[in-house]
């Protein structure tokens, strides 16, 4: 408890100071969610406290469920790689690896069903956290893996795919709200009438402004969204990920031939900005429970908003990045086989409640109100036009 207090106290201290030596004594949510998140020593992903999985944990993915997910996606990756002529290397490149499990999965199944693509392969992982990247290491040093910064792959080197599970949830956003008809941003300043001198963590409140950025504007004309029809009801509040734009730059320069598949939860900006959708999509996640606010548990807890996927695609098209497809998670590992898999467990001699188990994991894996709902886009780079033709299995529905 003590070493909890401490770290978020001297978070809360660490961004106390950001906005007393800031303009205006304020910062942007963006740069409130990047220190809550990032920091260097307190920060949720930099420091012990992020936990994954399900138990004494904040939240669970895919991968925690079951081998099921990283395997079906190792049979889309043997595709990609066949299609685009059997490269070696073939590259891919895990953005944001969590625990390391599905990179674990992966490799196992190309190991143990296709020697040639195993040999092929080369596994690189981009960790911005230092826990997360050790327990990494830990769990993969019987395999050929190399860690790096996204920055330092050199243009244009990369021939293979670039990947991401609920990665670009966690960018820092931006936050506004409509007063009055106008376009006005969301930032954190400390609560000046705060009586209790002595607490152990400065009290952070939200106070509106002019935006810190034109690119706030630009977002939502970029993506057709209109604020100014009558349909949104002043008080109107939303976010903008302007981080995933620029991560998706950079994707893009560093992919020289391939692909980029990137699975998250979020919605077409239709649907993301829907004047229904009045308080946005940030969401924060503590001991496996959520609830919207940011401002508590400080450093200790998740801090996500939904994925707008329309902005993706465009930015894609912007940086030469083909959009090939746009389908639900569980469509997606239906059409590589998980059908065959279920149906398969009727075959398996293993004990009931094993069996229930594993018949429950793979119906969470398509679940269209929870995971199975996540968005999977896949986007290409320098594809010829006869590579292009060929359908990628996960986009192939049964007719």
Same mark, same amino acid.
């Given at each position: 408890m003590k070493d909890f207090m401490d770290s978020n106290a001297l978070l809360c201290a660490a961004i106390a100071n950001h906005i007393t030596t800031s303009p205006q004594q304020r910062i942007t949510f963006a740069q409130f969610m990047d220190m809550a998140l990032y920091h260097p020593e307190y920060g949720y992903y930099s420091s012990d406290a992020v936990k994954i /999985?399900?138990?004494d944990s904040d939240f669970?993915?895919?991968p925690n469920l079951c081998a099921d997910f990283g395997e079906l996606l190792a049979e889309q990756f043997l595709q990609m790689w066949e299609i685009l002529g059997k490269p070696v290397p073939f590259s891919l490149v895990e953005m944001g690896a969590g625990q390391g499990l599905l990179a674990l999965h992966i490799l196992k199944y190309h190991q143990q069903h296709y020697p040639d693509f195993f040999t092929a392969l080369e596994y690189i992982i981009?960790?911005?956290s230092p826990t997360l990247r050790q327990e990494q290491q830990q769990r993969l040093q019987d395999f050929p893996v190399r860690w790096c910064n996204l920055e330092e792959i050199p243009p244009n080197a990369i021939a293979g795919c670039?990947?991401?599970?609920? &990665?670009v949830d966690a960018f820092p956003v931006h936050q506004f709200i409509l007063e009055t008809g106008e376009l006005r941003e969301i930032y954190?300043?400390?609560d000046k009438n705060e009586k209790e001198t002595n607490a152990p963590c400065p009290s952070f409140i939200e106070v509106t402004g002019e935006p810190s950025t034109l690119q706030l504007a630009e977002h939502l004309d970029? &993506? /057709?969204?209109d604020l100014t029809q009558s349909a949104y009801p002043d008080g109107y509040r939303s976010e903008i990920n302007l981080a995933a734009g620029d991560w998706l730059s950079i994707v893009a320069d560093r992919l020289q031939r391939g692909y980029v598949l990137t699975i998250d939860y979020g919605y077409p900006a239709s649907r993301y900005y829907n004047p229904r959708r009045s308080q946005g999509t940030l969401q924060c996640y503590y001991q496996h429970r959520f609830h919207d606010n940011p401002y508590i548990n400080i450093g200790r807890?998740?801090?996500t908003a939904h994925v707008d996927f329309?902005? &993706?695609?465009?930015w894609g098209e912007k940086y030469n990045l083909k959009n090939i497809g746009f389908i639900q998670q569980g469509l997606f590992l239906m059409a590589l086989g998980l059908g065959d898999r279920i149906a398969a467990l009727s075959d398996q001699q293993q004990p009931l409640s094993q069996l229930l188990q594993r018949r429950d994991a793979l119906h969470q894996l398509i679940d269209p109100t929870g995971l199975g709902g996540f968005g999977v886009l896949i986007q290409s780079k320098g594809l010829d036009n006869t590579e292009t033709s060929q359908k990628l299995k996960g986009l192939t529905l049964p007719e």
């Amino acid at each position: 408890m003590k070493d909890f207090m401490d770290s978020n106290a001297l978070l809360c201290a660490a961004i106390a100071n950001h906005i007393t030596t800031s303009p205006q004594q304020r910062i942007t949510f963006a740069q409130f969610m990047d220190m809550a998140l990032y920091h260097p020593e307190y920060g949720y992903y930099s420091s012990d406290a992020v936990k994954i /999985g399900f138990k004494d944990s904040d939240f669970f993915t895919s991968p925690n469920l079951c081998a099921d997910f990283g395997e079906l996606l190792a049979e889309q990756f043997l595709q990609m790689w066949e299609i685009l002529g059997k490269p070696v290397p073939f590259s891919l490149v895990e953005m944001g690896a969590g625990q390391g499990l599905l990179a674990l999965h992966i490799l196992k199944y190309h190991q143990q069903h296709y020697p040639d693509f195993f040999t092929a392969l080369e596994y690189i992982i981009v960790e911005k956290s230092p826990t997360l990247r050790q327990e990494q290491q830990q769990r993969l040093q019987d395999f050929p893996v190399r860690w790096c910064n996204l920055e330092e792959i050199p243009p244009n080197a990369i021939a293979g795919c670039f990947f991401s599970n609920e &990665l670009v949830d966690a960018f820092p956003v931006h936050q506004f709200i409509l007063e009055t008809g106008e376009l006005r941003e969301i930032y954190v300043t400390t609560d000046k009438n705060e009586k209790e001198t002595n607490a152990p963590c400065p009290s952070f409140i939200e106070v509106t402004g002019e935006p810190s950025t034109l690119q706030l504007a630009e977002h939502l004309d970029f &993506l /057709g969204i209109d604020l100014t029809q009558s349909a949104y009801p002043d008080g109107y509040r939303s976010e903008i990920n302007l981080a995933a734009g620029d991560w998706l730059s950079i994707v893009a320069d560093r992919l020289q031939r391939g692909y980029v598949l990137t699975i998250d939860y979020g919605y077409p900006a239709s649907r993301y900005y829907n004047p229904r959708r009045s308080q946005g999509t940030l969401q924060c996640y503590y001991q496996h429970r959520f609830h919207d606010n940011p401002y508590i548990n400080i450093g200790r807890q998740d801090i996500t908003a939904h994925v707008d996927f329309t902005a &993706l695609e465009h930015w894609g098209e912007k940086y030469n990045l083909k959009n090939i497809g746009f389908i639900q998670q569980g469509l997606f590992l239906m059409a590589l086989g998980l059908g065959d898999r279920i149906a398969a467990l009727s075959d398996q001699q293993q004990p009931l409640s094993q069996l229930l188990q594993r018949r429950d994991a793979l119906h969470q894996l398509i679940d269209p109100t929870g995971l199975g709902g996540f968005g999977v886009l896949i986007q290409s780079k320098g594809l010829d036009n006869t590579e292009t033709s060929q359908k990628l299995k996960g986009l192939t529905l049964p007719e």
